[in-house]
DNA sequence: TAAGTAATTTAGATAAATCTAAAAATATTT
DNA sequence: AAATATTTTTAGATTTATCTAAATTACTTA
């Protein structure tokens, strides 16, 4: 007998670790670990262990022991719902309230578990039914589906390939800073100039204008659309 | 040594406490008592004493056993940025995304909690600093300080006397839809047309319309602002 | 003022979410 | 395949916020 998903109600906390197991389901291996977990929640894997416990009871997720845990189909619908909120609102501090994007993700990790789907339709609707996040992150609908288009990693590209940078796959805000230094922006072209062997490092035009320096560690969380 | 109030955090439910102390202190007596508390959060009288006291060790309130609890200064403070975060986020609420009077309360129940100074000045701007709230509660400023005409509750007014409808001191839906339905909005002027002695229900011309009855139950709650 | 009643506090539990340290299972490396 | 290292789980605590039941204090009323 499979509970009632309509009026189940998840902690911040269980919220926070839905979210996380279905971000790492998504990028990558199925069985998401124990310590990857406790490492992007900055908790322990003992707490971990206790906590997927309690979400395979409330069949959020599926656990054996020592397997790792995978995401339910009633797993991925409240993790959609929370992402769906996080990014709405990240779009409603940029576009509304004129913050910079590099200081929403964490208000938005406030903001993604205000519970009322009224509120979050309505919000969805004054944005004007927004696709992505400021981030360039699809924002799924209220069903849950979203549409990405395939991109590479800038990291993953050779050189003379040509893409537009859609994404930045990565909440840091000194990150999202160094490119606003740089004047990297969403929607730019780019062209690969050069690619240094020995570290991975990219000499890449943007806009036609003067190529410029980067690290793989930046370019590995450059999301690009190839074109052509 | 008083503690440093600057980065002093308070969880949600001492958010509440504090907020909720706050309410009883301005509403009357010194010296709030525990079961009032109680009342108003929905928990038990055994609670309320647990919490007064690490409140009392956090200096948000003054208490000793058996005596009620005062606010501190320290706790004002706290208290009316918790109320100036809920009535911004009512007004936001009614005015950009279209919710009705009686449906905001529950849901600024959860903004107001959200922790990010930054926020709350950038939505104050966003809103035009609004000096009420959609119930006609005063905003506090970023400083907590408000002002309020004196205002009296309808059910105290007598035969003839007139004024103005600028404030409901009750959260509560069905009264507020109660309003909506007889059509009585927020600054419109009134008239006291008669008072039952008996069960202290009145009749009221509101802007010159035919007088509606309300029942003490009602009048209590609708606060005005005499005029002339 | 002495009972009786009401309000408040204490004592002892419980549930949630976390932790540290130790044990057990799994993976990797000689 | 052993030995070693890593990962994961268990055991046992801790903190926060809550509860019930019992004890204590304060207030009312006869
Ligand atoms: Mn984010
Ligand atoms: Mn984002
Ligand atoms: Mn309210
Ligand atoms: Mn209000």
Same mark, same amino acid.
């Given at each position: 007998?499979?509970?009632?998903? !309509?009026?189940?109600?998840?902690?911040? *906390?269980?919220?926070?670790?839905?979210?996380? #197991?279905?971000?790492?389901?998504? *990028? +990558?291996?199925?069985?998401v670990s124990t310590n990857a977990i406790a490492d992007q929640?900055?908790?322990?894997?003992?707490?971990?262990? &206790?906590?997927?416990?309690?979400? *395979?009871?409330?069949?959020?997720? @599926?656990?054996?022991?020592?397997?790792?845990?995978?995401?339910?189909?009633?797993?991925?619908?409240?993790?959609?719902?929370?992402?769906?909120?996080?990014?709405?609102?990240?779009?409603?501090?940029?576009?509304?309230?004129?913050?910079?994007? &590099?200081?929403?993700?964490? #208000?938005?990790?406030?903001?993604?578990? #205000?519970?009322? /789907?009224?509120?979050?339709?309505?919000? @969805?609707?004054?944005?004007?039914?927004?696709? *992505?996040?400021?981030?360039? @992150?699809?924002?799924? &609908?209220?069903? +849950?589906?979203?549409?990405? +288009?395939?991109?590479?990693?800038?990291?993953?590209?050779?050189? $003379?390939? !040509?893409?537009?940078?859609?994404?930045?796959?990565? &909440?840091?805000?000194?990150?999202?800073?160094?490119?606003?230094?740089?004047?990297?922006?969403? +929607?730019?072209?780019?062209?690969? #100039? @050069?690619?240094?062997?020995? $570290?991975? /490092?990219?000499? !890449?035009?943007? /806009?036609?204008?003067?190529?410029?320096?980067?690290?793989?560690? !930046?370019?590995?969380?450059?999301?690009?659309?190839?074109?052509?």
């Open positions: 007998m499979p509970k009632i998903l !309509i009026d189940m109600n998840f902690s911040f *906390a269980e919220e926070n670790y839905i979210k996380t #197991i279905y971000h790492l389901s998504q *990028a +990558g291996e199925v069985g929640l900055h908790t322990k894997p003992a707490s971990v262990t &206790d906590m997927i416990r309690k979400l *395979a009871n409330k069949e959020v997720v @599926d656990y054996q022991k020592y397997q790792g845990v995978n995401i339910s189909e009633q797993g991925k619908k409240v993790a959609l719902e929370v992402i769906r909120k996080h990014r709405l609102w990240e779009v409603f501090l940029v576009e509304k309230l004129k913050f910079n994007w &590099d200081e929403v993700h964490e #208000i938005a990790e406030q903001l993604e578990h #205000i519970r009322s /789907s009224i509120l979050t339709e309505r919000l @969805d609707e004054f944005l004007g039914y927004p696709k *992505a996040d400021p981030h360039g @992150d699809p924002i799924p &609908d209220k069903e +849950g589906k979203f549409e990405t +288009g395939p991109t590479v990693a800038l990291s993953e590209m050779s050189v $003379d390939d !040509i893409g537009l940078f859609v994404m930045v796959a990565n &909440d840091d805000p000194h990150l999202l800073q160094y490119l606003d230094k740089m004047k990297i922006k969403l +929607g730019m072209k780019l062209k690969v #100039i @050069d690619k240094v062997v020995f $570290d991975g /490092s990219m000499q !890449i035009s943007f /806009s036609n204008e003067t190529p410029v320096f980067l690290s793989h560690q !930046i370019t590995q969380h450059l999301m690009i659309r190839k074109v052509a």
